[in-house]
């Protein structure tokens, strides 16, 4: 196989990654098993040392997955906050401490901890009170969630130790609470959480503190980012120092000082695992002395002291009794495997997933066989392969619908592809899904609009597709259950702020196939209105970079539609924006790359990444030596010291930098203004 072959398959892989990332770190809503990513993520680094042409700084193999969101408020962390390399087997925990062992000259005393399946926080605390707390975010600098910590009860506002100090751990919701909430969501007809790691990640970032507090989050307290305290030099005495300043550690921290001991309590707690209060999803082995520690040091994304051994996923058989097909937003039809009820991983599940008919046919899957299951981390197991020596001469085949199996449409499936769609967006099994995404905060952000809502309207038949929302009969609204006038007040204003919002975030709402946030960015850029891209052929979409066959074809496809084109002329004659604002980009700055760091006086991170842009400049998410200018506010994080070390980069004030655009300094515009 030539490079160029290896050339796309690394840039697929990377387009995977980032995708399931977002997923994660964002919507909490991962598809895959964390062995899963990770196999991914190895694969990728594999290709990338054995073809380093094609690496690039911006790889997921060398920086940490971001959880920052847009509009969020942007705090940068004293100390960079780094991720936990995995191992999988003990023999690899083994190989990693080997390792250890040959660069420091002995076997070191270790600290064993849980690790906690939750939600990493970074808090920062002066003269002995709580600043502000943040999400890991990008390593460097994470996003604000001061208000909802403060709501946690084991977090404490105030504490003895009076210098600066981050402290760093999980946020989790305890299993009892994760059950009790999903039985709430399922009685008000919600969509359920998958796992208690997602419901914490989710509740975090809630607008409502309210409910945050009602969801009883608790948390693990294990790290420091700057710290100063000569008496405390090892990972036990930091601990014994976290609990004497009220913080929440884990009664079960261990140090041992050989390989054994730490393979008997991996073994203990990966069965003990299920009798605990909290998900632990592996172990954490830390090189307890700090000295030790500095002189390991670390990788550009995790530390060379430390490692995370992860359990396997708990197998169990049980038999296929027969499956159903689910059809979801986008059309696409899932298999779903109905099993004869099993216990496993601390839950009873009578579901799992069969992904699609590929996969029924690579099982050999008929129903009635024994088959067996894994749970990581997902509310719906899997089956990872068949008993075919059980098979009796009773099973049935699997039979793939040919229609809908809701509006009976015709199924299409994609070419070279493994899924089956219906392309009625129309079809009552899509709506209510449809109109979630459109109103979501990526997409036209219609707040009060959320999953209650939408699904409240469309059984009192007050919407039944996307455009209905503009056409809401408010009265009725009033008269609903739970609606009190206020509140629909606001749901209206934010609806018809809604029309104005930037074309691309309307063109991701309306669900287009492939067609993810950013592509819509790109396609934006490309045409200047709507109607544009209507009217463009397939080789038109193809010309674009970064737009593939696969994209290419579900955007002709879309637009040659006529629901699709019914739906966007209804939003059209509302008032909804469907004009590119790339006509207004001035070449100013002449693709000239620029990086902000720190909190600005005047613009959020994503105002002044749509300035630069619009003055034809470039923002990059590291400093490089391909870095020109790096933008610098309050409280800038390790960056600085970085862009220091590299004489071609330029340093600027962001009047400087509103100087280089012949902008005056405003206080409260945006930047869209």
Known sequence: MDEVFFKEEIKKLRKKIAYHNDLYYKKSQPEISDYEYDQLVKKLQYLEEKYPQFKIKESP?????????????????????????????????????????????????????????????????????????????????????????????????????????????????????????????????????????????????????????????????????????????????????????????????????????????????????????????????????????????????????????????????????????????????????????????????????????DEIKRLDLKIGDYVTIIKSGEIIPKIIKVNHDKRSKDVRDIEFPKTCPVCKTLLKKEEDGAITYCNNINCPAQIQRRIEHFVSREAVDIDGLGEAVVKQLIDNDLISKIEDIYNINYEKVKALEKQAEKSVENLRTAIETSKLQKFHKILFGLGIRHVGARTSKILTQNFSDIDEMINAEYEDFLEIEEIGEKIAESLYEFFHNEDNINMINSLKRVGANFKSEKTEIENKLNGTKFLVTGTLKNYSRNDIKELIEKNGGKVISAVSKNLDFLVVGD????????????ESIKIISEDEFLDMIGRKTRSHAPAWE
Not at 185 to 201: D, H, V
Not at 635 to 646: E, T
């Open 61 to 357: 193999t060398e920086k940490i997955s971001s959880d920052i969101e847009e509009r969020a408020k942007i705090i940068p962390h004293k100390v960079r906050m780094y991720s936990l390399e995995n191992a999988y087997s003990l023999e690899e925990v083994k190989g990693f401490l080997i390792k250890a062992e040959e660069k420091i000259g002995q076997f070191p005393k270790l600290s064993l901890e849980q690790k906690v399946d939750g939600f990493t926080i970074n808090l920062f605390y002066d003269k002995g009170l709580l600043k502000y707390a943040t999400t890991r975010g990008d390593g460097f600098e994470g996003e604000d969630v001061t208000k909802n910590v403060k709501t946690i009860k084991s977090i404490p506002l105030k504490i003895k130790y009076t210098k600066p100090i981050e402290v760093r751990g999980e946020l989790y919701l305890p299993i009892k609470e994760f059950e009790r909430i999903n039985e709430e969501r399922e009685q008000l007809g919600k969509k359920l959480f998958a796992n208690p790691r997602n419901a914490a990640a989710g509740t975090i970032k809630l607008k409502d503190s309210n409910i945050v507090a009602q969801r009883n989050l608790n948390s693990i307290i294990y790290t420091v980012g700057i710290f100063e305290n000569p008496q405390v030099q090892t990972q036990k005495q930091l601990l014994e120092f976290l609990e004497a300043n009220s913080f929440r550690t884990s009664k079960f921290n261990h140090t041992v000082s050989s390989f054994e001991e730490v393979e008997n309590y991996c073994k203990l707690w990966d069965k003990k695992r299920y009798e605990l209060e909290v998900e632990i999803d592996g172990i954490v082995i830390k090189v307890d002395n700090f000295d030790l520690q500095k002189k390991l040091g670390y990788t550009s994304k995790f530390p060379k002291w430390a490692i995370a051994y992860k359990f396997k996923a708990e197998e169990k058989e049980t038999q296929l009794i027969d499956v159903k097909f689910q059809v979801g937003r986008t059309g696409a039809v899932t298999p779903v495997a109905n099993l004869k009820p099993i216990f496993i991983s601390g839950s009873t599940v009578s579901n799992a997933t069969l992904h699609n008919e």
């Open 635 to 646: 409280n800038p994080g390790s960056k600085v010291k970085k862009a220091k070390a590299i």
